[in-house]
């Protein structure tokens, strides 16, 4: 689990380790080492009787050259040696709550926790020789040793959708069935009286996809507010809150053409606010906005 990113998923995969671990013994499996103090704070959770194990992306003999290794090859790599490491804790029930997952099951009994299913469609097929003879090798090696994407999503016991929207693409995209589990949502509790003000509060992780081209739809935002030129004179504000990983340097850079592209408009910028900060932002908000869909075609 990519806890680093801060985002929904990781509230998710933070919220069941704190209520299961009032019963059972449970592991939360991390690619690097994690403050759990400040992850309790910023997500309010309770990671006390948690057992956190860490297994790095790739083995150690690997770990200076794994990111300069051709993708799809680092990846097959990458998904056998976390199998062999997960499967040797001897769980019960594994849950996979990772975006994008093509990781088979380590355990007999397992869920796949999906938030929006991949197309794992054939890689477009490239003129350059080289690169046609490694894609046939790579397809055979996956299909040979198992570790094809379709196989991973068939050897999981259940695959669980966040909404009746995902679940209809989890069926026209991968044709398995799955089971619908709504993601947890927080209580912001009752904003006190008097407290709303003329702010519009947009909340989720400054990402960057491509320059200037975001997960979560920022720009998108942004621009049409910034041409709304009456309600900047009426006094409203736009707020865009979030995480942000700093060391993601396309991340950090698009979040920087934000906050340049805002300057001399009323628009505040609030990166990586802990709980009870962000929920006294949502209690000071008028509207919620958002754009994360706006230009897809799913």
């Not at 094809?148 to 909404?163: D, K």
């Not at 026209?172 to 009286?193: F, R």
């Not at 908000?285 to 754009?291: E, G, L, P, V």
Request: proline content about 3%.
């Amino acid at each position: 689990m990519h806890i680093h990113g801060k985002g929904g998923a990781e509230k998710r995969s933070l919220v069941m380790a704190d209520v299961f671990s009032d019963q059972y013994i449970v592991f939360l499996i991390v690619n690097q080492d994690i403050d759990t103090s400040f992850l309790e704070r910023y997500f309010a959770v309770n990671l006390g009787l948690v057992k956190i194990v860490v297994i790095p992306k790739y083995p150690n003999f690997l770990q200076s050259i794994g990111d300069r290794l051709p993708s799809r090859l680092g990846d097959f790599i990458s998904h056998i040696y976390h199998f062999h490491r997960i499967k040797a804790l001897g769980l019960d029930i594994f849950i996979n709550n990772t975006m994008g997952s093509k990781l088979l099951s380590p355990t007999k009994l397992s869920i796949y926790m999906c938030m929006f299913p991949n197309e794992y469609g054939d890689i477009p097929i490239s003129k350059n020789v080289i690169q046609q003879i490694y894609r046939v090798l790579i397809n055979q090696l996956e299909l040979v040793t198992g570790w094809h994407s379709r196989n991973a999503m068939e050897s999981y016991s259940v695959i669980t959708g966040n909404s009746v929207y995902t679940n209809t693409w989890i069926q026209k995209l991968w044709q398995l069935p799955s089971e619908l589990v709504y993601t947890v949502c927080e209580d912001m509790g009752v904003a006190p009286s008097g407290t709303k003000i003329k702010i519009i509060l947009n909340v989720g992780r400054f990402s960057a996809i491509a320059l200037n081209i975001s997960m979560k739809k920022q720009e998108v935002l942004l621009t049409a507010f910034k041409e709304q030129k009456e309600l900047h004179h009426l006094g409203w504000e736009l707020h865009l809150a979030g995480s942000l990983l700093t060391s993601d340097q396309e991340s950090f850079a698009f979040a920087q053409s934000l906050m340049d592209a805002a300057k001399g408009y009323p628009v505040t910028f609030h990166f990586n606010l802990e709980f009870t900060q962000l929920r006294n932002l949502y209690h000071q908000a008028s509207i919620y906005w958002h754009a994360t869909g706006y230009g897809s075609d799913h």
